[in-house]
């Protein structure tokens, strides 16, 4: 098992930018691939962002690419979800996500978190 704890969301206005922080813990967290994924009222979860347990490699949605960074720390066990430049329209829940084997689909995940809401005001 692994539990996952987001933190770092908030309201921000348009143009700005937060950084959300995923801490888990558990089984070894240097195994897991790590993602962040959004979901919006009203719209299924979709993808955001995604990283190898290396950090050697990262993907991103086409609608955050350019803006958003993820990055990961795995001496803290932590992940992280730079983004600069929002707008209204990445007002979400987000959720922190780790997946053993490959595959971005929110349903190619293991372990999720509880999420953190972000809110952009125009």
């Known amino acids: 098992q692994v539990q996952l704890v987001e933190s770092g969301g908030g309201l921000v206005q348009a143009g700005g930018s937060l950084r959300l922080s995923c801490a888990a813990s558990g089984r070894t967290f240097r195994a897991y691939a790590m993602g962040w994924h959004r979901q919006a009222p009203g719209k299924e979860r979709e993808f955001v962002a995604d990283i190898t347990w290396s950090g050697g490699s990262t993907s991103y949605a086409d609608s955050v690419k350019g803006r958003f960074t993820i990055s990961r720390d795995n001496a803290k066990n932590t992940v992280y979800l730079q983004m600069n430049s929002l707008k209204p329209e990445d007002t979400a829940v987000y959720y922190c996500?780790?997946?053993?084997?490959?595959?971005?689909?929110?349903?190619?995940?293991?372990?999720w978190g509880q999420g953190t809401q972000v809110t952009v005001s125009s």
């Open positions: 996500a780790a997946r053993l084997l490959y595959g971005l689909r929110p349903d190619q995940y293991n372990y």
